[in-house]
């Protein structure tokens, strides 16, 4: 049998070793070089010292605030009237669904329902509000990235809810809580550990999201993603991307310790 | 918990559900539309899908796409299922936990962390942007998600017919290919259909790692995005819906299938001891 561990390990372990281990390293060794191929603090130091990349930061971590907020204010309620439904399990599957869709053509179709003399737009004028930009704000952004998260947010929450005795919410009941009693004291901290891991598989993304700040922000909204790509792709400073990337990986481990480890995978489909 | 839902919460849930497929269906509804744009509805044509049909260049980046996904699924399945029976045959406890993190680090860790330092370690090897980085990444990704849905299958099995058919004279080959392998088969199947879907959805890693010469679907239809709207876009995805409902349609027969077996299973066994 110890000969067979180790055959099985062979692979794997190199996948672990070249894929997982070696580019974190690398990412870090990387944030040390400037852009001409010299070791340096400077990138750090730039990005504590400039105020444009503290605030860029800052924002990122505000506007993915806000979409775990508004994704979690939608989400749970439907998570649980989706429990008391009958063929639960197929309207959650309905849920899911859209997730299998790629996201590229989600994003997409955003762009043809908002653009100028888009559908929502002709809506608009039509019942006399008048035609809007709506393309390319700060609020479209928004709504697009809580559209596309929602889905990842239900799934952890409604099982968590799944999960939950209806014994307890009854004995809640029996001893004359009232039903906003019954919610905040039994049934919300009760499934707790679902919300948590619903903020983590969310707001880690949103904090990364870049290809939906380009299409549908305008590159008016700029995400830690979003400096990263330009880093990387556009300006070629691999060292400074790098350093940015550093950051997200530490808000990252940051998320997850205040989140919890979480028991079970919230988010069974990846959202890229 | 059992109760009739108040009209307010029915049309809460309508309104959720409303919101979630009104721009797919908004999507495949123009795909049919005479105009150049995704307002007003012109008519209906089959236009977009012939032009879609006559554009090799499209039809190169879906084959391409398809290969990729197919090809990154088989490896990352061949590893992670590896991968799996190596931690199952890990006994130490300390380092079953230290594997495990290890293995997840990549399922955590948002695609532009991925995408950039994919990017740095291929530059690094001198690997040439394009096809072999594409699937090498591919096929990195994957694999996480593979080892956790074959590892419960494993620890599920009866280890004692592990035990049994060694003693019944059977080599590790043996107990291998016709003991484990078949007891973990669904978790290999749904291992295999999650690292397809992995690989079609993902855009930001494919973005780092492509070169000038090759693209995924995802990777054009962001570069035509940019440029505009274009219905051929929009019959595309009308027939990407298509093949993702038959693949979560398959998905979902073959769970059902499983745990009509499993129910199957128990019952056979309960009639043999009664």
């Known amino acids: 049998m110890k000969q067979g561990k180790l055959f099985y390990y062979i692979p794997y372990g190199l996948w672990i070793a070249l894929f997982v281990i070696a580019p974190v390293?690398?990412?870090?060794?990387?944030?040390?070089?400037?852009?001409?191929?010299?070791?340096?603090?400077?990138?750090?130091?730039?990005?504590?010292?400039?105020?444009?990349?503290?605030?860029?930061?800052?924002?990122s971590?505000?506007?993915?605030?806000?979409?775990?907020?508004i994704t979690l204010l939608i989400s749970y309620p439907t998570a649980y009237l989706l429990n008391q439904l009958?063929?639960?399990?197929?309207?959650?599957l309905l849920i899911i669904l859209?997730?299998?869709?790629?996201?590229?053509?989600?994003?997409?179709?955003?762009?043809?329902?908002?653009?100028?003399?888009?559908?929502?737009?002709?809506?608009?004028?039509?019942?006399?509000?008048?035609?809007?930009?709506?393309?390319?704000?700060?609020?479209?952004?928004?709504?697009?990235?809580?559209?596309?998260?929602?889905?990842?947010?239900?799934?952890?929450?409604?099982?968590?809810?799944?999960?939950?005795?209806?014994?307890?919410?009854?004995?809640?009941?029996?001893?004359?809580?009232?039903?906003?009693?019954?919610f905040s004291r039994v049934i919300f901290p009760l499934t707790l550990d679902g919300v948590k891991s619903g903020v983590q598989s969310v707001f880690i993304p949103s904090l990364s999201l870049f290809m939906i700040t380009r299409l549908i922000g305008g590159n008016r909204v700029i995400t830690l993603g979003t400096a990263i790509e330009q880093h990387f792709l556009v300006t070629q400073n691999?060292?400074?991307?790098?350093?940015?990337?550093?950051?997200?990986?530490?808000?990252?481990?940051?998320t997850m310790l205040l989140t919890g480890e979480r028991k079970k995978k919230g988010r069974t489909r990846h959202a890229k | 918990m059992q109760s009739k839902l108040s009209g307010w919460s029915k049309a809460y849930l309508i309104i959720v559900f409303i919101i979630l497929y009104a721009p797919i269906l908004f999507l495949v509804m123009y795909s049919f539309s005479k105009g150049n744009t995704m307002s007003n509805f012109h008519g209906f044509t089959f236009a977009h899908y012939q032009t879609l049909f006559h554009d090799p260049r499209l039809i190169q980046i879906v084959l391409d796409t398809l290969i990729v996904a197919l090809?990154?699924?088989?490896?990352?399945?061949?590893?992670?299922?590896?991968?799996?029976?190596?931690?199952?045959?890990?006994r130490h406890r300390a380092i079953r936990q230290t594997v495990l993190s290890l293995n997840n680090i990549l399922m955590v860790s948002p695609d532009v962390i991925i995408g950039a330092s994919f990017l740095i370690f291929f530059t690094m090897l001198g690997l040439r942007l394009g096809f072999i980085s594409v699937l090498l990444s591919?096929?990195?990704?994957?694999?996480?998600?593979?080892?956790?849905?074959?590892?419960?299958?494993?620890?599920?099995?009866?280890?004692?017919?592990?035990?049994?058919?060694?003693?019944?004279?059977?080599?590790?080959w043996q107990t291998l290919t016709r003991v484990i392998l078949p007891a973990i088969m669904p978790g290999i199947f749904s291992g295999f259909f999650m690292a397809v879907t992995y690989s079609l959805d993902d855009f930001a890693v494919t973005f780092f790692v492509?070169?000038?010469?090759?693209?995924?679907?995802?990777?054009?239809?962001?570069?035509?995005a940019r440029q505009g709207v274009d219905l051929e876009i929009n019959a595309l995805s009308a027939l990407w819906f298509l093949v993702s409902l038959l693949l979560i349609a398959g998905y979902y027969f073959l769970e059902q299938y499983n745990q009509g077996r499993k129910t199957k299973n128990r019952q056979q066994v309960e009639a043999v001891i009664k």
């Open chain 1, 25 to 59: 390293v690398l990412i870090v060794y990387q944030s040390f070089f400037n852009i001409a191929g010299h070791f340096t603090l400077s990138n750090y130091a730039t990005y504590f010292h400039s105020g444009v990349y503290l605030k860029m930061t800052f924002n």
């Open chain 1, 61 to 69: 971590v505000w506007y993915a605030f806000l979409i775990t907020a």
């Open chain 1, 86 to 92: 009958k063929h639960k399990q197929l309207w959650l």
């Open chain 1, 98 to 182: 859209p997730t299998w869709i790629n996201l590229l053509l989600k994003t997409y179709a955003f762009i043809g329902l908002l653009s100028r003399s888009g559908s929502v737009d002709s809506f608009l004028t039509f019942i006399g509000i008048g035609p809007k930009q709506l393309l390319f704000t700060d609020a479209s952004f928004l709504f697009v990235a809580t559209y596309i998260e929602i889905p990842f947010m239900i799934l952890p929450i409604y099982n968590a809810i799944a999960e939950l005795s209806p014994s307890y919410v009854n004995a809640s009941r029996d001893l004359g809580a009232s039903g906003w009693q019954t």
């Open chain 1, 238 to 254: 691999w060292g400074m991307g790098s350093t940015i990337g550093v950051i997200l990986i530490v808000a990252m481990v940051i």
């Open chain 2, 71 to 90: 090809l990154s699924s088989l490896f990352a399945t061949i590893i992670g299922t590896a991968g799996a029976l190596g931690v199952y045959e890990t």
């Open chain 2, 138 to 172: 591919h096929i990195a990704f994957s694999i996480p998600i593979v080892v956790l849905l074959v590892l419960p299958k494993l620890n599920e099995m009866n280890a004692s017919m592990i035990d049994a058919a060694a003693d019944l004279g059977a080599n590790p």
């Open chain 2, 210 to 224: 492509t070169g000038n010469g090759f693209s995924t679907l995802s990777v054009e239809i962001y570069s035509r």
